[in-house]
């Protein structure tokens, strides 16, 4: 087991360098100068020699690179070219929000796309199956900025159920994640009806069923724990893909998370913010992987971390 | 409920007077198909006395399966289905009940084993786990007193540390703990009536002996009535009071054990009698010492590698095959036996390439050394049939493709012929040629393994590995696919390397027999010096262990060695121990003293 | 001249303001934002300040200043009992400390070229002197700045947030998150900053000006969609969205009396306009920039923008002093704008970039831009791209044939018709990295501009500004831009909020000058 | 789980001599959803080619009777069925000529991260060693890239244009597919009977794509289908920011995007193109659904 740790976490740091070489070198291939924006409309080409110097901008690309890390290495991810301030700083005082958003719609994909799923695995064939097919691809096709406005309108204007975006209570974090979660659980829904269906044909079911369990039992202790092996896999993957959508969500729910600061840093090009806010979003998706991986044995005794 | 149950303990044989506890009338069972409907079983009657023991046998496919989940109201949804006559649990009938009532007798009343100990265990869930929800689901007991319950049952079926094993998960256990656990879990509630459906197929000869005895022992001391299916008469034999025969959905007979065995009334019975593998009637003398050799295998290892440890290197090693040599002359049988384990499937993996070994390997005049693979040639000289039918044939294709697909893959003939040869292939084995087009899911697991059979024929091989592959068929295809065998054998100078723990079949088959353990050969020898005079303890008690379809027949009692396993497993760099063998005469090789 | 304070004003209270942007920064010498740039002007003062609600001067922390007859040397008399909100003393050293500041090029300011006029800037920019020779601390209470050259906008610069004055402990504690915990003399100190989420002012009790400010505490939340901020406007839990109606809601807004009954309208110091590359052909040709100029309907793209614009036909809006009225500029005409463009050789048109920054509505307008082009043969294809990569592009000599500068528009400084013509029009913008996307140089137009801002002699104002006048008369003859509409700001408040309707679009203070709203119930 | 105690319905065709057509094809086109989706999908491929001929409008023209004074955009009358966008162009052929870029993407681009997926997937998890380590490792890599940066920055990189577009969210799109199929290959891989394919002789080749392909195709159905709505919007959300398929081209995506601030103010401007993009992704589904259902004769039967 430690062993094993020791292992994937070496694995991992060595994917995280793999994220930052690459990052770093795309990142300042992109046609935008920062000095120019930093230096401001006023300013003569000197200041911008100037600046570019004390930046050390002006130095090779892998000095520059090597430079970076080494930084990183004690904990300094560089200064924000437009905000002068750490990196580090603006990151941690935002991640806790992004993780927390992260969760909750990690949550509400959990326990919509997995009843979802279910249900639709046990009607297979029938109109709530096909009715909860259309709903799931509904959930993938619908724009994120739109459903989260919908529901800001309808359950926190309209019902007053929850406040208009913010940050603090529980009752704030209901929204967004559900806002961010309908896309995944239409994805987890068709992955756990596919298993489902697999995992109700099996000998053990019929075992279970021959023991005279009731339906629920059978279903949630026997047919769930084994289907639900393939979707805990993907939740490491969701990560991922949830960098796309909290730039979204968080903007529309005034979500205090690093989506909104990547995003004002990717229209600025303030390469030390996207640099740091892919480091660790990289971070946490290969974090989420792990967890994803480490959780496994727990639901099925037989997988062995190798 | 089932305190209210008088037991009749200790009675062989239920009074005639006696109401049945279970009662199957007319029964039919149909299945939906893309043209139309299909009856699969039809006109099916017996009856079920409290205490009794009905064998239910007859050829792969007549329906035995369908017939025991009709009963338990499991039958697969929604394209099988029973489309007539009643069954009747006492006065209940079974057919009518709501799915919620319906759920209450299973488990409690009627109780069902499955052949699969490997998959019928949830693998997720402990060993505990799955008893006690057994027990909670009909008795309103404690956690505690269910627990206790359950360890009671683990007990009973003669478990070794039954609270220890309640914390263990199904993969931990070995098949035949397996299947006790499965046995527990039915008698744990004292059901009436108790289905099992080839509890001992899948199990080696010495733990189907232990399986047996724990079956009937309970039946004993419960008096459970107990529906039994099997293809193995030995098992009928030793195990029934009556026997229902069935051939394709139909019940051709029924009677009690001993009357069948001694005057069979219809043909189709006696037949399957005849076919009974028997101990001691093979025939036919060894291949004489100048036939060419087929194969020859010299000084063979294989060794599986065990990771673990920071940088995952290995650190152990399974020495699954020890140094194994022998060879296998033209029109030869040669079979190798032994428990699970021993390492007989690698052997055959090494022969056809599936594994990397050391030592020396030798097909048809093709040599193979120590980490090469075979090439085309080698490979189309030897074929392999496998021991589970349903997992070697791919699902998604046309058994039809399947069985024409070796041509394909060496470019022999063109499409029709293809189809000619598969067609005639088909025949060979005992099926038909219009069952060419359906997959393998359609047909039963006896039908499945004949068309591995006739895929491995394709190519007329000169070596043809079969791995437990007549195991799974009962007795009649069993007979019919050992004779083809035999022909072919014949025919072409094929030579067999026959793989069975099923000492009947191999005594009846082989011409030379290696008794294996511990991926060592103990013993090898003619059949005649083996069977007449076997030399190493473990080939006698191999040899004990097997049921014999006489009735009348007393079993001597069985004693399993005690004591921990001897483990294939050791440290890397550290060579099991080889023990020498010894010819003592004619050819007859034993093991260190004998 | 100065303000008179509002008879109605109450004191105390607090408001909730948005933004979507996050704050960057709160220092006086980096911060450039929409957003921070009147919170700026709250927390800090400059030595001079304007007149709220207007773009007339009035003197800030200075009480008094001199100008020398040759117009190059200013002397400040400092107001007494200026504290900091540390509670130090505000003195001449703290203003001559800022400038040096302003100017070192280790605080990488976007604002340090406004200063390029004091003696010994360049010495200074380029890290040779640790400070500016031409301020000098006279006493405690005078700093004289000497110039290089008269220029005219010079008390506009001591007005502009980059000369605010800062204490040179604090910035040193700070050291360099100043603008994370920012010190001025302003009217509001900064409380409580939660990064991404909030920020909180509270009243400096011991401000200088007297009865300034009204409000008790200002919460700004950042992170704010536009739409979401309206929402909660109307929901009675904000009471400014910063950034104004979003364009999805304007209709909408207007049509509802009660709504429309809290928009405030004004005029900004902006234009919008396209620039035309003058070193990329067929843009060289000024045939075809006047018939460029002529074939863009400027009433469709403001009816696209609901109606938030007048047309402008020269760079300067007409808010800002100097503007011409009078002439048309090109009007709109498609059949000489075809008869100029076969002049110049292209009868079948050409086919060319159109640049643009991709927020709403800016991509629209350049398709709208786009179709009146077609209809005189124009090709344009679109780029539709982050701020960052237009501005990249623009300073490059032959990248951007066109640009649309929505979104990075010109808004004026300061309210000085030569703001409008330095780095964007003039010949030193004209350089790899500049602002003068259109390249346009030429030379007897900046010996007028540089002759227009000597004229720093109060008293030759109007002459100045004649003299500007007629220099973006000159340009709009060479026709590098195509100005199309100056844009007019529409904000909203909540039912409670009190004050000038001009605080609210402040042409200086953008978007709100903060010090004089109040709130009429609490 | 219903028990099926059902009889036959009367007066059912007998059993008669069961040789199925073997076409694939035939046993689809009898299933009705699945010919639902097919028309479904023909018909939007029409519509995309046929347009011009389709619409009296071009997609472009900015028309004058198509905004308000106030310069709002016309919710679905009798001239513009679908209503106009915010420039005044009439949306339903506005629709129909995004079908064409959104059919480039949502097909084309996915269609080819789904190869990549499966190859790279499929490898890996076929021949496991130092080969397939190295794939895993890179795929590993990949999933570690937020997608929409990695996006961003190629399409910043490169000049944009639809087909670098398409091959930006290719090259984004295929790890997750990679990843999945991964795992399935690895399990199925040890199944006996490619196993007993191996004993046959048959080559990694034959194996792969007859043996192992076929059982994977449930998984890549799946996928693909719900990979076209998210590739739709991927393109949608790098047109905003700037790097996508430029205006005024339109696309599904950038339509919504484009408008879905208004989607209050003016709602179809919204639902329209999003119900577009609902009903390819749909229609793709049935379609694949069926062909699943088909390809696996243990679900026959059930039609
Ligand atoms: N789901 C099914 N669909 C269609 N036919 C089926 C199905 N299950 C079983 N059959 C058919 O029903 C017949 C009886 O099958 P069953 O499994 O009861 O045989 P069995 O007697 O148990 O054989 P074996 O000894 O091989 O287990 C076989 O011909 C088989 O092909
Ligand atoms: N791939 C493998 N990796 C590790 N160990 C293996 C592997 N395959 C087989 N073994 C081990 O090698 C030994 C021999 O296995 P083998 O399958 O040859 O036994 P067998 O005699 O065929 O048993 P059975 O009768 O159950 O088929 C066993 O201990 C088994 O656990
Ligand atoms: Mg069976
Ligand atoms: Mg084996």
Redesign the pocket.
């Known amino acids: 087991m430690i062993a094993y740790l020791i292992r994937r976490l070496t694995v991992s740091v060595l994917i995280l360098l793999g994220v930052s070489f690459i990052t770093f070198f795309l990142l300042y291939a992109l046609p935008a100068d920062p000095v120019r924006q930093i230096a401001g409309r006023s300013a003569t080409a000197q200041t911008v020699e100037n600046i570019r110097q004390q930046l050390g901008l002006d130095q090779p690309l892998l000095v520059q690179y090597w430079r970076y890390l080494t930084g990183l290495v004690q904990g300094d991810m560089g200064r924000s070219y437009l905000q002068r301030t750490d990196v580090g700083t603006l990151i941690a005082a935002r991640l806790p929000a992004s993780l927390l958003l992260m969760a909750g719609a990690i949550g509400c994909e959990l326990v919509l796309g997995l009843t979802m799923g279910v249900i639709a695995a046990l009607r297979r064939g029938t109109a709530t199956d096909q009715a909860l097919m259309i709903t799931s691809f509904v959930g993938v096709s619908a724009p994120q900025f739109v459903v989260g406005l919908l529901l800001l309108y309808v359950f926190a204007v309209q019902l007053g159920w929850f406040p208009i975006g913010g940050y603090g209570t529980w009752a704030h974090l209901v929204l967004p994640s559900v806002t961010l979660g309908i896309m995944g659980s239409g994805w987890y829904s068709r992955m756990m009806r596919s298993s489902m269906v697999d995992v109700l044909r099996a000998d053990y079911i019929r075992t279970a069923r021959a023991k005279g369990l009731a339906r629920h039992r059978v279903i949630l202790r026997h047919a769930l724990p084994n289907a639900i092996l393939p979707v805990i896999a993907m939740i490491g993957i969701d990560i991922g893909i949830f960098m796309g959508g909290i730039v979204v969500v968080e903007s529309v729910f005034g979500w205090p998370g690093i989506g909104q600061l990547a995003w004002q840093a990717i229209q600025r090009v303030d390469i030390p913010i996207i640099m740091g806010v892919t480091l660790v979003s990289a971070c946490a998706i290969v974090i989420g992987n792990l967890l994803a991986d480490l959780v496994t044995p727990l639901i099925d005794p037989r997988i062995k971390l190798r | 409920m089932n305190a209210a149950v008088t037991k009749l303990s200790g009675a062989e044989k239920a009074p005639e007077t006696a109401p049945p506890v279970l009662s199957v009338e007319g029964l039919e069972i149909s299945v939906r198909t893309g043209e139309g409907p299909r009856v699969l079983v039809r006109d099916l009657s017996f009856d079920l006395a409290r205490g009794e023991t009905l064998a239910i046998a007859g050829e792969s496919g007549s329906g035995k399966s369908l017939t025991s989940l009709a009963i338990m109201g499991l039958l697969p949804p929604p394209a099988v289905h029973v489309s007539g006559g009643t069954i009747r649990l006492g006065k209940t009938d079974l057919l009518g009940l709501p799915e919620r009532w319906m759920r209450g007798l299973r488990g409690a009343r009627i109780a069902m084993i499955f052949q699969e100990p490997m998959t019928s265990l949830n693998p997720v869930l402990t060993i505990g786990r799955q008893l006690i929800e057994a027990i909670e689901a009909h008795e309103d007991l404690s956690r505690r007193d269910a627990r206790d319950r359950a360890v009671e049952a683990l007990r009973a079926v003669r478990m070794s540390q039954p609270e220890a094993r309640l914390k263990q998960y199904p993969h931990e256990l070995s098949?035949g703990m397996r299947q006790r656990v499965m046995i527990a879990m039915a008698i744990a509630l004292r059901p009436d009536v108790l289905i099992a459906d080839e509890p001992t197929t899948a199990l080696?000869v010495t733990v189907q002996r232990e399986v047996l005895e724990l079956l009937r022992d309970l039946q004993r001391d419960l008096g459970t009535a107990v529906i039994l299916i099997t293809h193995d008469m030995g098992v009928v034999a030793e195990m029934a009071d009556r026997v229902v025969v069935m051939q394709s959905g139909r019940m051709v007979e029924q009677g009690p054990v001993r009357e069948i065995f001694a005057a069979p009334r219809e043909p189709y019975t006696r037949a399957l009698l005849a076919a009974v593998p028997r101990m001691g009637r093979g025939e036919g003398a060894a291949a004489s010492g100048i036939a060419e050799t087929v194969a020859r295998v010299e000084e063979l290892r294989v060794r599986?590698d065990?990771r673990g440890g920071l940088l995952n290197r290995p650190t152990h090693a399974?020495h699954?095959?020890a140094g194994v040599s022998f060879e296998i002359r033209a029109g030869e049988t040669f079979s190798l036996v032994?428990?699970?384990?021993?390492?007989?499937?690698?052997?055959a993996?090494a022969l056809t390439g599936l594994?990397p070994f050391e030592g020396l390997l030798e097909v048809a005049g093709r040599r193979l050394e120590s980490g090469q693979r075979p090439d085309t040639a080698f490979r189309r000289g030897v074929q392999m049939i496998f021991?589970d039918p349903m997992a070697s044939l791919d699902p998604r294709m046309r058994v039809g493709d399947l069985v024409a697909e070796p041509l394909v893959i060496h470019d022999i003939g063109t499409p029709s012929e293809r189809r000619a040869q598969a067609e005639a292939l088909f025949e060979r084995v005992g099926l038909e040629r219009d069952q060419l087009d359906r997959y393998p899911h359609e047909f039963s697991g006896g039908q499945r393994q004949r068309i591995c059979i006739a895929r491995a024929l394709a190519l007329r091989p000169r070596l043809i590995i079969a791995?437990?592959s007549v195991s799974a068929l009962d007795v009649s295809v069993q007979a019919r696919v050992l004779d083809l065998l035999k022909a072919l054998k014949t025919e072409f100078g094929i030579a067999y390397l026959f793989?069975s723990?099923d000492m009947a079949v191999v005594e009846n088959v082989s011409d030379r027999v290696a008794v294996?353990r511990l991926?060592q050969i103990v013993e090898m020898g003619t059949r005649a010096q083996l069977f007449g005079d076997p030399r190493h303890p473990y080939t006698r008690q191999l040899i004990a262990a097997v049921p014999v379809p006489d009735p009348t027949r007393v079993p001597p009692p069985f004693t399993r060695p005690q004591g921990d396993v001897p483990s294939?497993v050791k440290r890397r760099g550290m060579e099991p121990r080889i023990e020498a063998l010894t010819d003592v005469g004619e050819g007859h090789m034993v093991a260190g003293s004998g | 001249q100065d303000y008179t304070p509002d008879p109605d004003a109450q004191q105390g209270g607090a408001i909730t303001i948005t933004y979507k942007d996050d704050v960057a920064t709160l220092d006086p010498a980096i911060g450039y934002d929409w957003q921070n740039w009147s919170m700026i002007k709250s927390i800090f003062d400059g030595l001079m300040d304007y007149v709220p609600g207007t773009t007339e001067l009035r003197p800030g922390l200075a009480e008094s200043y001199e100008i020398s007859e040759d117009g190059l040397t200013y002397t400040f008399k400092l107001r007494d009992g200026v504290t900091f909100h540390n509670g130090r003393a505000m003195t001449a050293e703290d203003v001559k400390y800022s400038l040096d500041r302003v100017t070192a090029p280790e605080t990488q300011s976007p604002g340090a070229g406004f200063f390029g006029a004091i003696e010994g800037y360049d010495a200074a920019a380029s890290g040779e002197a640790e400070e500016l020779s031409g301020v000098k601390v006279i006493d405690d209470r005078t700093v004289e700045i000497t110039l290089t050259r008269p220029d005219a906008t010079f008390l506009h610069v001591m007005a502009l947030n980059f000369a605010s004055v800062v204490p040179q402990e604090a910035v040193e504690a700070a050291g360099g998150d100043f603008g994370k915990e920012p010190v001025g003399t302003g009217a509001f100190k900064l409380g409580e900053w939660t990064i991404g989420q909030r920020l909180v002012f509270e009243k400096f009790e011991d401000h200088w000006r007297e009865g300034v400010p009204y409000l008790d505490q200002i919460t700004f939340e950042v992170g704010q969609e536009p739409i979401v901020a309206l929402l909660r406007l109307q929901n009675g839990e904000v009471d400014v969205p910063g950034d104004g109606i979003p364009p999805a809601k304007f209709v909408e807004v207007m049509n509802d009396p009660a709504q429309a009954e809290r928009v405030v309208e004004g005029g900004q110091l902006h234009t919008g306009y396209i620039t035309l590359n003058t070193q990329i052909p067929p843009f060289d040709d000024v045939k075809v920039r006047q018939a460029v100029n002529m074939a863009i309907n400027k009433d469709r793209i403001i009816q696209i923008i609901n109606g938030r614009a007048v047309p402008a036909n020269q760079p300067l809006p007409p808010t800002m002093p100097g503007y011409t009225e009078g002439p048309d500029g090109y009007a709109y005409d498609i059949e000489a704008a075809r008869a100029l463009l076969a002049e110049a050789g292209h009868e079948d048109g050409f086919e060319t970039e159109l640049y643009v920054m991709n927020t709403d509505p800016n991509p629209r307008i350049a398709q709208a831009i786009q179709q009146d082009l077609s209809q005189i043969g124009i090709d344009a294809s679109i780029q539709s791209l982050a701020q960052a990569n237009v501005i990249a592009a623009g300073g490059e000599a032959d990248q951007a044939p066109m640009i649309w500068s929505g979104g990075m528009a010109w808004i004026a400084d300061f309210p000085d018709p030569s703001n409008f013509y330095g780095p964007i029009l003039g010949c030193a913008g004209a350089v790899p990295g500049g602002w003068n996307w259109s390249w346009y140089c030429n030379e007897e137009l900046d010996a007028m501009a540089a002759e227009a801002d000597a004229m720093a002699d109060p008293a030759q104002a109007e002459a100045r500004l004649g003299k500007w006048s007629d220099v973006y008369m000159k340009v709009m003859e060479d026709a590098p831009w195509v100005p199309v509409f100056n844009e007019q700001r529409y904000t909203m408040k909540s039912e409670r909020m009190g004050g000038d309707d001009a605080l609210y679009v402040d042409p200086v203070s953008i978007p709100v000058n903060y010090d004089y709203v109040y709130v009429t119930e609490q | 789980m219903s028990d099926t105690t059902g009889t036959l319905p009367p007066g059912a065709p007998p059993p008669v001599a069961r040789r199925a057509p073997r076409g694939a094809l035939a046993r689809l086109m009898r299933r009705k959803l699945a010919l639902f989706g097919l028309v479904l999908i023909l018909l939007t491929v029409a519509g995309a080619l046929l347009a011009p001929w389709l619409t009296p409008y071009d997609s472009n023209d900015q028309m004058f009777d198509g905004l308000t004074i106030t310069g709002a955009p016309l919710p679905p009358n009798a001239e513009f069925w679908l209503g106009t966008d915010l420039l005044g162009r009439d949306l339903l052929t506005r629709i129909l000529y995004g079908a064409r870029t959104s059919l480039i993407i949502g097909v084309v681009a996915n269609g080819i991260a789904l190869v990549i997926g499966t190859v790279i997937g499929v490898s890996a998890g076929y021949f496991r060693g130092v080969f397939g380590a190295v794939l895993m490792r890179f795929t590993d890599l990949m999933m570690a890239f937020p997608a929409l940066l990695l996006a961003i920055c190629l399409a910043a990189i490169f000049q944009p244009s639809l087909w670098i577009v398409a091959m930006v969210i290719a090259i984004v799109n295929w790890v997750q597919t990679a990843r999945v199929l991964y795992t399935e290959t690895t399990s199925l891989a040890e199944r006996e009977f490619i196993a007993a394919e191996k004993t046959l002789g048959a080559g990694h080749a034959r194996i792969l794509l007859r043996h192992i392909l076929p059982h994977l195709v449930p998984t890549i159905i799946v996928w693909g289908t719900l990979g076209i709505s998210t590739t739709v919007l991927l393109e949608a959300t790098l047109s905003f920011l700037g790097i996508g398929v430029q205006p005024p081209t339109p696309s599904w995506g950038n339509i919504i995007f484009e408008n879905q601030t208004y989607f209050q103010a003016a709602p179809w401007l919204v639902f329209f193109p999003g119900a577009a993009i609902l009903i390819l992704a749909l229609s793709f589904n049935l379609l694949g659904d069926a062909l699943r259902d088909v390809l696996d004769p243990t679900q026959r039967g059930r039609d």
Do not use: L, R
């Open positions: 098949g080696d599986f065990i399974v699954a095959v032994g428990e699970s384990g021993c390492g007989k499937s690698t052997i993996k594994v021991q791995d437990e793989i723990h294996m991926g294939p």
